[in-house]
């Protein structure tokens, strides 16, 4: 079964970066296209970017130019850097294949964002 545990997240200021990280298991993890969710309170999941297997890449507009997704097939991870940190950018973040496999999210990591 598909385990995907998220980690890296925590406090940090405006203007400052973090790096993501998520580890998956139970699946054959470089067949798929993973993404980078978030969910920020009140407010939906939404899907801020992907990485095929292959290494292409796309981002939400809200994203572009900061957040950078990237992956290594034989650890089964997959990374999110995020540079120059906004407040919007609190959020609980999560990854998980695009489509997502539903009842397979993980505990996401939580980033929180000082002005």
């Known amino acids: 079964q598909v385990q995907l545990v998220e980690s890296g997240g925590g406090l940090a200021q405006a203007g400052g970066s973090l790096r993501l990280s998520c580890a998956a298991s139970?699946?054959?993890?470089?067949?798929?296209?993973m993404g980078w969710y978030r969910q920020a309170p009140g407010k939906q999941r939404e899907l801020v970017g992907s990485?095929?297997?292959?290494?292409?890449?796309n981002y939400a507009d809200s994203v572009k130019g900061r957040f950078t997704i990237s992956r290594d097939n034989a650890k089964k991870m997959v990374y999110l850097q995020i540079d120059s940190l906004k407040p919007e950018d609190t959020a609980v973040y999560y990854c998980?294949?695009?489509?997502?496999?539903?009842?397979?999210w993980g505990q996401g990591t939580q980033v929180t964002v000082s002005s």
């Open positions: 990485i095929g297997s292959g290494g292409s890449t």
């Open positions: 998980n294949r695009v489509p997502e496999w539903a009842g397979s």
């Open positions: 139970g699946i054959i993890f470089s067949a798929y296209r």
